[in-house]
């Protein structure tokens, strides 16, 4: 098992509540606390702050926010605030969205790999307080640079995460990022050929794959009872197996029992549909794509994903009792 661990949280908690999860969890040696943006439900950067303000170690990092919807200075900016607030403890994670809500709300998410390759070019060039002369299909600057008039000029130590599913983007995220969220919902095994895909992009860059960081995210539901964690995390599959394909799609779910759930699922999602639905997600998929069950169990469970590859397993408590999972998983 990793001595490293770390905490994903999203959506399924009071934010204040928040605010104690990862308090305790730095007591506990977690290494970082990671907040998603996921959804149209919250927004990572304000928890993120919010994170920082009432933590002294712990890393905070966003799991993931787009590349589309804040534009290259203002992301930039974004980051230098969470800087300024963490200094050396802040990760930007990010990921190139997924449709249908991209789509939905006007996006087109068109050559990716190229947007986001352009987006951790020029952020990385402003958080090293360069001044910087753009111009993409994606990116049009003209000598912008941080404006810093009061503060710390000196370059910041933000690494870029990639948060990548598909085979190029992964292997362009060992190319040009500083580490890689690998994706929950899949099997340990799944790890392999990301692995393979990481150090392929490492080598085009002179770097080996140990360059890499590779966090991974983890739905880890644990409870005394077993049948009660397996039903937590039957619910939260049920609802991004309908509205999350890519993830599907990488689980090896089938495509027939997707778009069954999806024919019961309106969007957003209610609580009564997912209750009608959850049926049809069958324990065995839940054993194989999660960490669920009694503490010794999701133990074991997380334990396969690091022997596969995961540096530090970022743990998603889809509900329950989140002390008891960070006493589960506590380093100290």
């Not at 069950?293 to 530090?312: Q, W």
Request: glycine residues 6%; contains cysteine; aromatic residues 6%.
């Amino acid at each position: 098992m990793s001595d490293r661990v770390a905490l994903y949280l999203q959506d399924s908690h009071d934010l204040r509540d928040g605010l104690d999860y990862v308090k305790y969890a730095e007591k506990r040696g977690f290494e970082a606390v990671w907040q998603a943006e996921s959804r149209l439900v919250r927004d990572a950067i304000v928890p993120m702050a919010a994170y920082a303000a009432v933590t002294e170690k712990l890393i905070v990092g966003s799991g993931v926010i787009n590349n589309w919807t804040r534009n290259i200075g203002l992301l930039a900016a974004t980051f230098l605030t969470l800087d300024d607030l963490a200094p050396n403890r802040v990760i930007c994670g990010i990921g190139a969205w997924w449709d249908p809500l991209a789509k939905n709300v006007g996006i087109d998410r068109k050559k990716p790999l190229q947007a986001m390759r352009d987006t951790v070019v020029v952020l990385r060039k402003l958080l090293n307080m360069e001044r910087v002369t753009f111009h993409s299909e994606f990116i049009n600057v003209d000598g912008i640079e941080l404006d810093v008039v009061h503060g710390r000029r000196e370059p910041r130590n933000v690494p870029i995460f990639i948060g990548a599913t598909g085979d190029k983007m992964m292997e362009m995220t060992g190319e040009i990022a500083d580490g890689a969220v690998l994706n929950y919902c899949v099997p340990p095994e799944y790890n392999h050929k990301a692995l393979e895909l990481l150090e392929a992009g490492a080598k085009l860059s002179g770097r080996t794959l140990d360059d890499i960081d590779r966090p991974q995210l983890v739905v880890c539901s644990v409870d005394e009872d077993h049948d009660k964690a397996i039903d937590t995390s039957r619910e939260l599959l049920t609802q991004y197996l309908a509205q999350q394909p890519h993830i599907a799609k990488a689980s090896g779910v089938s495509m027939d029992v997707v778009a069954e759930i999806q024919s019961i699922l309106g969007w957003p999602a209610t609580h009564e549909q997912i209750q009608k639905a959850k049926h049809l997600v069958p324990e065995e998929l839940i054993l194989r794509i999660t960490a669920s069950g009694t503490p010794s169990e999701a133990k074991a469970k997380v334990a396969e994903y690091v022997k596969n590859g995961c540096t530090c397993p970022i743990l998603y408590p889809v509900g329950g009792d989140v002390r008891l999972l960070i006493d589960t998983f506590a380093t100290q």
